[in-house]
């Protein structure tokens, strides 16, 4: 146990000044800064709504985002990252030969990984309900403070968290496979393309394929309404649906296969 802590701190210490890291902090601050300006700017085009569509039309321009392109792509550049920095400065000799063992070393990369994710998710949920609740003060004609919905909010991050494992898993692997950039990413990118396309045409084995488990998690969450009542009528959140179960399965099962790769891994 100690070796892993000693690991994670390390994985801290080494990607604190990445774009990996500041990403994490970076991309759910200025999406909701966007949010924010476009509801501040536009306050007259919203005063209509009901609370409860206020706040879902609002935090879905950070949650349409992220459940289409940008969480599978924040992930896949994660999990190249924080391997990345070893690849660089060839240092997989170096960490090996430490007198800590390589499940220390392989589980506190990965959960340094894992750890960068869900603080970009729940930056979103709460950058998303400070900033909702910041325009009820600015602009009292905007009703956010009439509905509450920070439950809902967690919930749905913490669903988008669950569905971004299976994806975090496999390139997190591909990552410790091949030092190159293009291989991981180009894949990556491909499978996720893929994935939004089987998603979005609702394809109904697309909960399989872990890169459309996002957009999956958002369409399976969101609810359309009519027009009359708004773009958006309902959320349903249902946590654990097939798309999260098959993720933490692939999650585990490759996780599992990756450290025995690294166990077997040549430092010469």
Request: aromatic share 16%.
């Amino acid at each position: 146990m100690k070796g892993f802590v000693l690991s994670f701190r390390s994985e801290f210490y080494k990607s604190r000044k990445t774009m990996g890291f500041w990403g994490a902090i970076l991309l759910p601050l200025l999406i909701s800064l966007l949010a924010f300006a476009i509801f501040f700017t536009k306050s007259e085009k919203f005063t209509a709504m009901q609370p409860m569509g206020l706040w879902v039309q609002f935090s879905m321009i950070g949650l349409g985002m992220m459940g289409t392109l940008l969480l599978p792509m924040y992930t896949i550049f994660i999990a190249y990252s924080v391997n990345n920095v070893e690849h660089k400065a060839d240092t997989w000799k170096t960490i090996f030969s430490l007198p800590i063992s390589r499940w220390s070393v392989y589980g506190a990369k990965f959960v340094y990984a894992v750890f960068l994710v869900f603080l970009c998710l729940a930056l979103f949920a709460l950058f998303t309900i400070g900033f909702g609740n910041l325009l009820s003060t600015l602009k009292p004609e905007l009703k956010f403070n009439e509905y509450h919905m920070e439950v809902q909010l967690m919930q749905i991050y913490f669903k988008l968290f669950l569905s971004s494992l299976g994806i975090l898993s496999i390139q997190f692997l591909l990552s410790l496979l091949w030092a190159d950039f293009l291989k991981p990413m180009g894949l990556g990118f491909v499978a996720t393309i893929v994935g939004v396309t089987a998603a979005s045409k609702n394809w109904e084995y697309s909960y399989l394929f872990p890169y459309a488990h996002p957009m999956v998690a958002i369409t399976t969450m969101i609810k359309q309404g009519d027009k009359a009542r708004g773009p958006v009528r309902e959320l349903q959140i249902d946590m654990f649906t097939k798309d999260v179960y098959v993720s933490l399965a692939i999650a585990v099962v490759v996780f599992i296969a990756g450290y025995f790769i690294v166990r077997k891994k040549s430092v010469k």
